[in-house]
């Protein structure tokens, strides 16, 4: 089980509204106010530092909390649930399915709902399309998978948005007929669409592997320096933690402790919470055994589904059924923009109960796979 509440802390602050107008996204797109903020032509406006106080520290301010509900009790799970304890896990789980039913199982119900309509498909990599492992640097998906998802692009619009680098996922994905997101949507390499407007600063006209022209958004470009700074502090500053490893994603980072001992879970917070104090513009995320520092924009997942969908001229279209199938509490993002208005279909990939904006569940990422191969027989030969 991951984290699932957003914890106070003395640097978080609410993200700063990016100017979208600009980028071509219809208004009714945009999901937060965009009066308040002062962001005008890619400029950030300065936020206040909270002062320190005696609850400044880690143990105080939810963090460690957080980070201990990566693997809680189930029956604390449960509780947040609502849902009576079972008699064993597998009871469990299948309490909560109530609430989540299991994609494949829902599988003639979500086709009855598609008929006539151009999915799109949307999927998360870590924990969706390969298995959670200790070294981040191993976590490679099958070549069954690989083929699964190849097939899937052939058939349906199909983009990967990922916590990690775009270079990164692409480099472990390596399919070529899909779209990449990297860092939660800040860095997305899409089709080039005919209503986008091209003078953004943050949106550059490129070419893809193949030649083929691609549109590069960047809403977090500014922070390339910054984050490569606090890199270096982290990998500096964590560097005597046994099993700490820092991730440059170049618009944000990762501090993964799944290797380090629990003791030292403490120590590794105060160290990320001690450098942010210093980065007020930059904020903390929580993630499955890892601390994702991220700019302090009005950017995320759900955003970057968003955002694709107006690229690829799939949005404002009642024939349109986005899917998004995502493990983790960044992917949460991108279920609420489906969920509000009825949009599409989130799938919530997790083997424990969880609670979540998605409406769907699957179990682990084989069955991800068996949902992608239903999608396409089912687009081959019923639709
Ligand atoms: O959005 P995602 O594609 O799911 O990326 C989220 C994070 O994924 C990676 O970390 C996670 O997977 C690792 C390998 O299985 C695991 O060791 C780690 O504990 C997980 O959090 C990636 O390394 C991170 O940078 C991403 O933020």
């Known amino acids: 089980m991951e984290s699932k509440s957003n914890h106070s802390s003395p640097v978080l602050t609410d993200p700063i509204p990016i100017n979208k107008s ?8 945009l999901s937060y106010p965009q009066s308040g903020g002062s962001l005008t032509s890619g400029k950030y406006m300065t936020i206040p530092r909270k002062k320190p106080g005696k609850l400044d520290d880690v143990r105080s301010n939810g963090w460690l909390d957080a980070m201990k509900s990566s693997s809680p009790p189930r029956k604390k799970l ?11 896990d597998t009871d469990i789980y299948y309490s909560w399915m109530i609430k989540y039913p299991s994609a494949l199982k829902s599988f003639k119900q979500i086709s ?7 999915i799109a498909v949307f ?3 870590d924990g969706t399309l390969s298995p959670i492992v200790d070294d981040p640097d191993r976590a490679f998906m099958s070549d069954a998978m690989r083929s699964a998802v190849r097939n899937v692009a052939k058939y349906f619009p199909t983009a990967i948005i990922s916590g990690r680098s775009r270079d990164k996922v692409y480099e472990l994905v390596g399919l ?18 005919p209503t986008e407007s091209d003078d953004h600063p943050n949106c550059i006209r490129s070419t893809d592997q193949q030649g083929k022209e691609v549109n590069i958004f960047q809403p977090a470009r500014e922070f390339i320096t910054m984050i490569d700074e606090v890199f270096k502090t982290l990998v500096e500053n964590t560097k005597d933690i046994k099993g700490a490893k820092v991730e440059n994603h170049k618009f944000c980072a990762t501090v993964h402790y799944r290797n380090v001992e629990e003791k030292n879970w403490p120590t590794i917070a105060q160290c990320v919470h001690d450098i942010l104090k210093d980065y007020p513009r930059l904020r903390l995320t929580h993630g499955r055994k890892v601390l994702d520092i991220r ?3 009005d950017w995320n997942k759900g955003e970057a589904v968003e955002f694709l969908l107006e690229s690829l001229g799939l949005s404002d279209r009642d024939d349109v059924l986005p899917i998004y199938i995502g493990d983790d509490k960044t992917d949460e993002d991108a279920f609420k923009v489906l969920r509000e208005g009825n949009r599409g279909y989130g799938i919530l990939v997790s083997s424990v109960p969880k609670d979540s904006k998605a409406l769907y569940s699957l179990r682990d990422p084989s069955e991800v796979k068996k949902f992608l191969k239903a999608l396409v027989r089912w687009k081959k030969f019923e639709a």
């Open 295 to 297: 700019p302090v924009i």
């Open 112 to 118: 009855k709902n598609a008929k006539n309509k151009k």
């Open 176 to 193: 070529t007929e899909l779209y990449y997101a990297g860092c939660h949507g800040m860095d997305i390499m899409g089709p080039v669409s």
């Open 22 to 29: 600009r980028l071509g996204i219809h208004s009714n797109l």
């Open 78 to 88: 449960i509780k947040d649930f609502n849902i009576e304890v079972a008699a064993d």
């Open 123 to 125: 999927l998360d990599y």
